[in-house]
């Protein structure tokens, strides 16, 4: 699965050991922490006090399925429906809306030029998709509280569907 | 030249929104970042630029560099008598810290707010800072513009909604091109009724920009203003060039410049950045120029000649 994923990405580490060992440690990072821990963006202590088991036994087979296919980060609240099928997460930013400003004139990202954009790659696939006018919505900010939990489990019971009570939207 | 639609506002508007519904081109010009604590420099640094322009930019750590902060910048400019736009960038601050920032520039006076995505930290001087990026630009955004109907994010009451004159920034010169305004577009949704575009040193992609904000509307649904950058020479072109994200420098504009004395050369960027503006004002779609000078107030000057009266 590990080798599958690096495949994947496309990546051309000169030390493939260490792209490996990263996504192993991602993995076993969510097998063995709890849900909000140790995240990318966030070291705020869980608030919610909901410890699902459904959650815990999703999240992992969620991972080493939607890792090696979408570089999915686990943060819990999944939109690769309307990005299409890009994760927009794996951007430095982890912007949800659409690219900076700062893409290079290669496509390039601003932050690792070695990297395509993901909301070049997002615009492309979603091009190709009948809802593509999906990709134009606003999406609301993060749940910082669901990094690492499975976004199936989200989905099931309405979690992701929650925005912050003064969200606008569109 | 239609006026840009207004989110529920009464009628006072900021000077720029006012200057911009009254659709004359207006001039705006980014400040040098304040790298001092001394009231009466930075007072001297600012002064020559309010009376160019008919507002300033006032910078958020711009480049992902620590500098004055913006809201003491525009507090600054305020008490000068000038119109400030602060910027405000989501790099550096989670939601609570940009709720917090924007209340305290509408209770320091500050109307006009230019809502950022923000270069990274690698782009500036302190890499190992920790990236932020609670919110993205648009989503900041909306975030404004629920404070302007009276609550914060978490649905809390508000005394006295503050009143924005909110703008964005979108880059026409970098990919995806087909999409720059589509991206615009959400922001004009999430409450953006301005933009100041990246800037440009050449008018090929500005044009397709600007024809595809025609056709969509956008150019009706918000102001666009473009960007003209005024370097000091062959140097300061390679910096901007290899050190601003997402800004494109022709290789012809770079050999031309370099191919000038050094003596020659800031006169000459100084010409290029002019007729750039003076060209850009006649497009059909621009409301304004906005001028970044690496040459102190003088060039901001220089393109306040040009513009009707």
Redesign the interface.
């Given at each position: 699965v590990f080798l599958l994923a690096a495949w994947l990405q496309g990546y051309a580490s000169p030390v493939p050991g260490e792209e490996l060992a990263r996504e192993a440690r991602l993995v076993v990072g969510v097998v063995s922490s709890r849900r909000g821990e140790a995240s990318p963006a966030s070291c705020e202590p869980e608030r919610v006090p909901m410890r699902l088991m459904a959650d815990r036994l999703l999240a992992p087979v969620e991972v080493v399925v939607k890792r090696p296919i979408f570089g999915c980060r686990m943060c819990g609240q999944c939109v690769l429906h309307s990005t299409g099928l890009t994760c927009p997460m794996n951007c430095p930013k982890q912007l949800r809306n659409g690219p900076c400003g700062g893409v290079r004139g290669d496509g390039g990202c601003e932050v690792d030029p070695s990297m395509r954009c993901v909301w070049l790659k997002a615009y492309e696939r979603a091009g190709r998709l009948p809802w593509r006018d999906e990709l134009d919505e606003l999406r609301p900010p993060i749940d910082q509280r669901l990094w690492r939990a499975s976004s199936w489990w989200s989905r099931l019971t309405k979690r992701d569907a929650a925005r912050p009570p003064g969200w606008q939207g569109d | 030249m239609p006026p840009a639609r207004r989110a529920g506002r009464g009628t006072d508007l900021s000077r720029l929104e006012r200057l911009l519904a009254a659709g004359k081109p207006v001039l705006t010009a980014e400040l040098p970042s304040l790298d001092t604590t001394n009231r009466a420099a930075a007072r001297r640094l600012v002064e020559p630029f309010l009376e160019a322009a008919d507002a300033v930019n006032v910078g958020d750590n711009a480049a992902a560099r620590a500098h004055v902060s913006a809201l003491a910048g525009s507090a600054l400019v305020l008490e000068a008598g000038g119109e400030p736009i602060i910027h405000l960038t989501?790099?550096d601050r989670n939601?609570l810290a940009l709720e917090a920032e924007l209340l305290g520039a509408a209770l320091a006076g500050v109307e006009n707010v230019l809502c950022l995505?923000g270069?990274?930290v690698?782009?500036g001087d302190e890499p190992q800072s920790k990236?932020v990026?609670?919110?993205?630009?648009?989503?900041l955004l909306?975030?404004a513009?629920?404070l302007m109907?009276g609550?914060?994010?978490?649905?809390?009451p508000l005394d006295h909604p503050p009143r924005f004159f909110l703008g964005a920034?979108?880059?026409p010169t970098?990919?995806?091109f087909?999409?720059r305004v589509?991206?615009a577009?959400?922001k004009v949704?999430?409450g953006a009724r301005f933009f100041q575009l990246?800037m440009v040193f050449e008018l090929e992609r500005l044009r397709a920009f600007l024809a595809r904000a025609l056709e969509s509307g956008l150019a009706e649904e918000a102001h666009l203003l473009v960007t003209v950058c005024v370097v000091g020479g062959a140097r300061g072109l390679r910096v901007v060039r290899d050190q601003i994200?997402?800004v494109?420098v022709p290789a012809e504009l770079m050999r031309r410049i370099e191919g000038l004395p050094e003596r020659d050369q800031p006169a000459a960027c100084r010409q290029v950045a002019l007729e750039l503006a003076e060209r850009a004002l006649r497009m059909p779609g621009v409301h304004g120029v906005h001028v970044v000078s690496f040459q102190g107030p003088e060039p901001v000057v220089d393109v306040r000649r040009l513009m009707p009266s």
């Amino acid at each position: 699965v590990f080798l599958l994923a690096a495949w994947l990405q496309g990546y051309a580490s000169p030390v493939p050991g260490e792209e490996l060992a990263r996504e192993a440690r991602l993995v076993v990072g969510v097998v063995s922490s709890r849900r909000g821990e140790a995240s990318p963006a966030s070291c705020e202590p869980e608030r919610v006090p909901m410890r699902l088991m459904a959650d815990r036994l999703l999240a992992p087979v969620e991972v080493v399925v939607k890792r090696p296919i979408f570089g999915c980060r686990m943060c819990g609240q999944c939109v690769l429906h309307s990005t299409g099928l890009t994760c927009p997460m794996n951007c430095p930013k982890q912007l949800r809306n659409g690219p900076c400003g700062g893409v290079r004139g290669d496509g390039g990202c601003e932050v690792d030029p070695s990297m395509r954009c993901v909301w070049l790659k997002a615009y492309e696939r979603a091009g190709r998709l009948p809802w593509r006018d999906e990709l134009d919505e606003l999406r609301p900010p993060i749940d910082q509280r669901l990094w690492r939990a499975s976004s199936w489990w989200s989905r099931l019971t309405k979690r992701d569907a929650a925005r912050p009570p003064g969200w606008q939207g569109d | 030249m239609p006026p840009a639609r207004r989110a529920g506002r009464g009628t006072d508007l900021s000077r720029l929104e006012r200057l911009l519904a009254a659709g004359k081109p207006v001039l705006t010009a980014e400040l040098p970042s304040l790298d001092t604590t001394n009231r009466a420099a930075a007072r001297r640094l600012v002064e020559p630029f309010l009376e160019a322009a008919d507002a300033v930019n006032v910078g958020d750590n711009a480049a992902a560099r620590a500098h004055v902060s913006a809201l003491a910048g525009s507090a600054l400019v305020l008490e000068a008598g000038g119109e400030p736009i602060i910027h405000l960038t989501c790099r550096d601050r989670n939601r609570l810290a940009l709720e917090a920032e924007l209340l305290g520039a509408a209770l320091a006076g500050v109307e006009n707010v230019l809502c950022l995505t923000g270069d990274d930290v690698t782009a500036g001087d302190e890499p190992q800072s920790k990236r932020v990026f609670d919110l993205d630009g648009p989503q900041l955004l909306s975030l404004a513009a629920t404070l302007m109907k009276g609550t914060y994010l978490s649905g809390r009451p508000l005394d006295h909604p503050p009143r924005f004159f909110l703008g964005a920034a979108e880059n026409p010169t970098a990919p995806p091109f087909d999409h720059r305004v589509d991206r615009a577009r959400k922001k004009v949704r999430a409450g953006a009724r301005f933009f100041q575009l990246q800037m440009v040193f050449e008018l090929e992609r500005l044009r397709a920009f600007l024809a595809r904000a025609l056709e969509s509307g956008l150019a009706e649904e918000a102001h666009l203003l473009v960007t003209v950058c005024v370097v000091g020479g062959a140097r300061g072109l390679r910096v901007v060039r290899d050190q601003i994200p997402g800004v494109h420098v022709p290789a012809e504009l770079m050999r031309r410049i370099e191919g000038l004395p050094e003596r020659d050369q800031p006169a000459a960027c100084r010409q290029v950045a002019l007729e750039l503006a003076e060209r850009a004002l006649r497009m059909p779609g621009v409301h304004g120029v906005h001028v970044v000078s690496f040459q102190g107030p003088e060039p901001v000057v220089d393109v306040r000649r040009l513009m009707p009266s």
